[in-house]
């Protein structure tokens, strides 16, 4: 192995965006970055002794850190201790291997979601700590806020450039698509596919899809393989222990009553749309800039919102069998 060759550990890298990463670094095939992609089969993060085992094992210079407890809106409301738990857990003991083992950098995942609830908008990486975040989603949003805290302080006490990414909702192939834990998009796809195939067997019961809430709140949603590109970019090229949000501009943010009619039309499907307005919507809207990776990448195309859905719902057909759900 070449003294400067990279050897990138990608926590998390069996999940959404840990595939998408791998599809993109596969189609680059450079020679001077080795990238290696664990789960929890390899080892449980939330373990310290498995944790220092992994990392003795691979050896990284460089680290993605993506392993989470990662969960839907309802899933959150559920689970707000399990959230806060295991994501102090794993994080702790990611950052504080990655500074024993020496690791070069550090990359961690943030995201919207753990934003002040009341705030002024858009929200910017200068306003993560300015307030509680929504009730719903307490426990993920603190323990994804001391991420922020641990990397200034290793920064300040070691000098470690520990950074992170703050991406807005992200979709994509290898999404999770259980009906109990997934996030909106995923969860969706799965509804409107497994009642159009009860249509098909002959169920007496028109065709409806339903959504949860009142499809009026508001979200920035990003295809996992664009926020796969802008991941990778910021392992090379940024350098500054202050999070950089990775996500759509402010005009693409929709409703999720348009999310339900963009995959009612990647199925083709023109019967009723439902709105379960006895179902919590979670905090209004979370508007986020991307302006400073704008000032970094003002030419980054973002992948149409139709077609991504669409290119989600393929894949989810295709791999229905095997798809996580
Ligand atoms: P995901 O598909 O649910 O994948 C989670 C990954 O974490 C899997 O590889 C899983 O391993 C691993 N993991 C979970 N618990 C672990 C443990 N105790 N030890 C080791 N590995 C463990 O999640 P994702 O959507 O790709 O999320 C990746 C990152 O992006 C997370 O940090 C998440 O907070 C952040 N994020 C996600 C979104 C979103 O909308 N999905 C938005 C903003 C930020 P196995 O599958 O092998 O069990
Ligand atoms: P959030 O963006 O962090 O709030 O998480 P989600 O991806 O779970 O999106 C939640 C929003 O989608 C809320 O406004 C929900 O009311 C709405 N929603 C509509 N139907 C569903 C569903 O079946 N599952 C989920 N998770 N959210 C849904």
Known sequence: MSADKKVVLVTGGTGLVGHAIQTIVQQEKRDDEEWIFVGSKDADLS???QTKALFNKYRPTHVVHLAAMVGGLFHNISHNLDFLRKNIHINDNVLQTSFEAGVVKVVSCLSTCIF????????????IHLGPPHPSNFGYSYAKRLIDVSNRAYHEQYGCLFTSVVPCNVFGPHDNFS??????IPALIRKLHDA???GKLGSPEKTVFTVLGTGRPLRQFIYSLDLAKLFIWVL???NSVDPIILSVDEKDEVSISTVAENIAQAFDFHGEIQ??????DGQFKKTASNAKLRSYMPDFQFTPFQQAVNDTVQWFK??????RK
């Not at 295709?318 to 798809?323: E, G, K």
């Open 47 to 49: 373990d310290r002794d």
């Open 116 to 127: 002040p609830d009341k705030t002024t908008y858009p929200i910017d990486e200068t306003m």
């Open 179 to 184: 009906m109990q834990s997934s996030h909106v």
């Open 196 to 198: 159009i195939e009860r």
């Open 236 to 238: 090379r090229e940024y």
């Open 275 to 280: 709105y379960d307005s006895t179902q919590a």
């Open 318 to 323: 295709h791999n229905y069998n095997t798809a």
